[in-house]
């Protein structure tokens, strides 16, 4: 049974630092597309980050230059290294996995992914 585990989440002051991990367990297909997800409370999930197949990152536009997604080299664990964290950044992130090739417009999509972590809430204040 496939888990995704999230973790490292937290309250900081704008401009603060953080780095999300995504544990990954109970699989075995060595071929896969994660995601990084968020969604504030009345909003809709967006997508944050993916990470295609090939190893390839994409992002949101609100997010590039200050967000990076990673895999450590067992590609167990997924990062998401959050700098210059800014208020409307405040959300429950989730990270998500599914075990096909996606296009890079659908790496971004919620609905593209079939595995979802239970969360890990990041607070940013002014």
């Known amino acids: 049974q496939v888990q995704l585990v999230e973790s490292g989440g937290g309250s900081v002051q704008s401009g603060g630092s953080l780095r999300l991990s995504c544990v990954i367990s109970g699989y075995t297909y060595s071929s896969y597309c994660m995601g990084w997800f968020r969604q504030a409370p009345g909003k809709e999930r967006e997508g944050v980050a993916g990470?295609?197949?090939?190893?390839?990152?994409y992002y949101a536009d609100s997010v590039k230059g200050r967000f990076t997604i990673s895999q450590d080299n067992t590609q167990t664990i997924i990062f998401l290294q959050m700098y210059n964290l800014k208020p409307e950044d405040t959300a429950m992130y989730y990270c998500a996995l599914v075990f096909i090739r996606l296009s890079e417009s659908a790496l971004l999509r919620p609905v593209a992914f079939q595995y979802w972590g239970q969360g890990t809430q990041v607070t940013v204040s002014s």
């Open positions: 990470l295609d197949s090939n190893g390839r990152d």
